[in-house]
């Protein structure tokens, strides 16, 4: 089944188009990778699925779960399972971490008809999911991401989604920044989700995070387009290569 | 303008003691050559009080109409926060719903009017000395009339664990008055002693009424006072406080002043650190919506050296709400090495509301550690966005992150049960649909 049909898609910030017809299909249980220079559109089109509203899509559908996705503001798109992890994920001061993920997965379980967990239960729950992460507990005892250092945010956004366990994860460059041992843990959390009813996307610039979630497909995202498909094997040749052939290639197109 | 509030003055006040007399007279002077204040005042800039003029406030006690008896005003009074209070209904003392026993020796608690009677040599060396009335016009209105309030005095060396908590509440439901109280508080703390005040100010009444009130208080050497006031008038409520302050030698004193409710109130805080090593905190907090206007004055008079302070206020404006900082710091020149430190966030959430904020440094000795601050922000959208994008509603996310802008002032109460109820009334003003919960 498909779980995410982009086509097509267009979308500009202020007066500057960002994606410019970009097509994408993603089936339940599959693994993308997309990879791409920087400055491609890779977080816009991440953004653009999670509702961001200072994205305007100016043509071009996507659809989710049968669903016109772009008609669904923020919070019904999370609760319909889709959770971006954000590249820089969000200082929030005053608001505590536990309170915050407790509140966040409790409308999500409302809207699928499942009962709210209370705060033991929900402790009970981000407890065993830190100790798969190696977190540190006082972490939830935190402001959201406040003081973070910047593998303890990316670490708190894969936390975040194992609580949430979400349909589709959009992760953006979760890997950089995090240390050897941090990558290996990280991923654990990712391979864990993996399921047939779910799928990934995954944005990253290094080969390296490939080995640890394997990914059915890579693509690469330039100029606001996918401009390449392919297995993994061609996350090597870009690692090899980089990008340069590629947009000769698209120059040609 | 302000004969009308002149015609209400009761010539006799019953067998007061002469020199009570002699400053109620003098206070009456002083308010009919002064007047209410104007716009041509710089301090009162931005807050014109034509409306109070204009309106008849009439003095009402329990036999008028339309006052809520005292079984229901108990249940609207809500939770108190702490376990001695001294309750005034309309102004008056209502001496069934206080409850002042119980403290040590030598602490008296009680009503002021009472304790005029009990304790004259106490009141009369203490009774206006702190909140001078010769030119405020406001504070000469509430000495004209004073009567009814607290008398707080903690003998030296005592450090009174338990909160005192006073409640001020206004009951008229709709009976057509205009009602007017003038709760007047004296708050007097030994040498090395220590106390918590409370002050609440709950309005029951659907229609326009004034509360003129004057807390006056003085700290003795090497005392720490915290003073917490908590304004939750009605909605036509006119609300004009004051809060004066001498701090003695090493002193300690806090003040927080939370203004959620009334239609247009008025906040003066000013405190004088009267001698070397005082420690002074003001924190505020103004949460106004619909045509809610809030000005808060604030004064810290650093008089003697190695004094310190910090202030924060965060004003949260929505709707068409109005608010006015006027933060004012001196450092006279004797008090060399004070360090002060000054702050006021506002956080607006729509178009008109507005407000307008002045923290002005007086600085009249050269070596000082002195800064300010102020801003005016809306939400941060990557905030709002983090939030909804995890599944909160926007207005789920827009209360929380009030919420968090308030955080700061809220977490420095250190009274817990006030602590928590506050969490509580904004947790209900901020969440919409009051969805969201204390955390
Ligand atoms: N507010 C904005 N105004 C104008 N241009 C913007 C704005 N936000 C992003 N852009 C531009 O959009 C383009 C795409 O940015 P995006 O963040 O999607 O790139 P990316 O592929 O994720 O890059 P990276 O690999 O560096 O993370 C960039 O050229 C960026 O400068
Ligand atoms: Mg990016």
Known sequence: MNLLEIKNLHAKIGNEEILKGLNLTVRAGEVHAIMGPNGSGKSTLAHVLAGRENYQVTSGEVIYQGKNLLEMAPEMRAREGIFLAFQYPVEIPGVGNSYFLRTALNEIRKHRGLEELDALEFLGLARQQMKLLEMDESLLNRAVNEGFSGGEKKRNEIFQMSVLEPRLALLDETDSGLDIDALRIVSKGVNALRAPDRAIILVTHYQRLLDYIVPDFVHVLADGQIVKSGDKSLAFKL??????????????? | MSEGFL????KDYGNEPGWLRDIRRSALDRF???GFPNRQQEAWRYTNLDPIQQTAFKSVDFSSPGVIKTVQLAELMGDTIAAQRLVFVNGHYASELSLAKGLPDGVIFGNLSDMIVSHPKLLEESLTHYAPYQDQSLVALNTAFLHDGAFVYIPKGLALAQPLELIYVSSLDGAGIAGVSYPRNLIVVGDEAQVTVVERYVGVARDPYLTNAVTEMVGGAGSHIDHYKIQQEGKLAFHLGSLQVRQGRDCHFSSHAITLGGKLSRNDVTTVLSDQGCDTTLNGLYLVGGQQHVDSQTSIDHACPH?????????????????????????RPDAQKTSARQSNKNLVLSDEAQVNTKPVLEIYANDVKCNHGATIGRLDEQQLFYLRSRGLGEPEAKGLLTYAFASDVVDSIKVETLRNRLKEWLFV??????KLEAA
């Open chain 2, 7 to 10: 015609q209400q003055f009761v």
């Open chain 2, 429 to 434: 003003r901020l969440a919409g649909q009051g």
């Open chain 2, 307 to 331: 004094g310190t302070s910090r202030e924060l206020y965060k004003g949260i404006l929505s709707d068409q709400a109005t608010g006015v900082f006027n933060g004012r710091i001196i450092v």
């Open chain 1, 239 to 253: 690692e090899e290569q980089g990008y340069a052939w590629l947009e000769k290639d698209a120059a040609n197109l």
């Open chain 2, 32 to 34: 009919a050559a002064l």
